[in-house]
């Protein structure tokens, strides 16, 4: 069960939503020509509503790509988001996973699709990308608060980097209206206007900005990890454990969570019951729920906590104090 170097094997993944049509194709293929111009390996996850994939039909065939079809990776085929980023890091060993949602998924849900997957492979959520429509959203807010407008400001809170794409379609004023209303809606995001998915900083592929995996051991050695990018908005952190922990301490901490974290799971060890048992947990909503597991195959023992604004260090000292008690 040794993990030689999980910082060196952990498999960035971006995740790409935006409202349909916005423009995620079209920056998506931008980003994977930058990628493999860097000699960068990239695979992608599309997903489609439909039963067809036409967009991935416009993309480099070089590129591993996983589809998932016939449903939304938020709802309906969730649970097969995780095992698609497994085999798709088994078979190809990807530098980074793309993940493209369609456009109607709510990309918090499909946040918790991803935390699935980390316990089974080493990954490393960097970035929450939504590509935003500027005249759509324009018109959407001017029609009053309907759905689409709901979905659309809910993919744009929870983005890392908001790309605000159509800019050829804005008069200067409307760009600065719009611009305002992202800062409005996300006050810690990078907002980049774009046309046709167009950027020339790249910087923020090599960044954190969502969450940072991090395990017991590196936490000891470290110390200098990067806080200056994270703009302290964390959404998901995923903490690996090096061994079991004692169930009472780990009930407890569950409990204790601040109120803006509020989803987490993962599976862990207890110290303190029979030898080698293992449970999935699943928080939500200060309510817990453990259920006793026999994995298959290797799955790591890790935490994925999900939350608007929490602090990542007051977490970290939270659950080193666990630690510290098993
Ligand atoms: N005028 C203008 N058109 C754009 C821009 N970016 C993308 N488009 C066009 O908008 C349409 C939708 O772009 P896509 O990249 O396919 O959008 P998408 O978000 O992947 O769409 P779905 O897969 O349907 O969700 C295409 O016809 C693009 O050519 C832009 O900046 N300006």
Not at 17 to 22: E, T
Not at 307 to 323: D, N, P, R, Y
């Amino acid at each position: 069960m040794s993990q030689p170097n999980r910082e060196a094997t952990k498999t960035p993944i971006y995740l790409l939503s935006g409202f349909l049509g916005s423009g995620k194709t079209t920056f998506l293929s931008n980003l994977l020509s930058h990628l493999k111009q860097e000699g960068k390996r990239p695979a992608v996850i599309m997903n489609e509503l439909g039963d067809i994939n036409l967009d991935g039909e416009l993309l480099d065939r070089d590129v591993p790509m996983a589809e998932m079809l016939g449903g939304c990776i938020c709802c309906s085929i969730r649970g097969d988001l995780g095992v698609e980023i497994a085999s798709l890091i088994q078979q190809h060993h990807p530098d980074a996973i793309i993940i493209e949602s369609t456009g109607a998924a709510n990309p918090m849900e499909t946040l918790d699709g991803v935390t699935d997957a980390a316990m089974y492979t080493s990954l490393e959520l960097r970035s929450v990308i939504t590509v935003v429509d500027g005249p759509e959203l324009l018109e959407r807010r001017k029609l009053g608060k309907g759905r689409t407008y709901k979905l659309m400001v809910e993919q744009i809170r929870c983005a890392t980097l908001l790309l605000l794409n159509k800019t050829d379609k804005l008069e200067p004023e409307q760009l600065v209206e719009a611009q305002q209303l992202l800062r409005e809606l996300n006050a810690h995001a990078v907002i980049v206007p774009t046309v046709r998915g167009g950027i020339v900083d790249w910087e923020w592929l090599s960044e954190t900005a969502v969450s940072k995996a991090t395990d017991a051991h590196e936490h000891e050695q470290g110390g200098h990890e990067e806080h200056h990018h994270s703009h302290g908005h964390v959404m998901a952190y995923t903490h690996y454990f090096d061994g079991p922990v004692q169930s009472d301490a780990f009930e407890a901490l569950l409990q204790q969570l601040p109120d803006s974290i509020y989803r987490a799971k993962g599976v862990v060890s207890f110290s303190d019951t029979s030898s080698g048992s293992r449970y999935l947990f699943q928080y939500a909503y200060k309510e817990s729920d453990f259920i006793r597991i026999e994995p298959q195959g290797k799955v790591n023992d890790v935490a994925v906590f999900i939350g608007e604004h929490f602090s990542k260090e007051e977490l970290l000292q939270m659950i080193e104090e666990v630690v510290a008690e098993s």
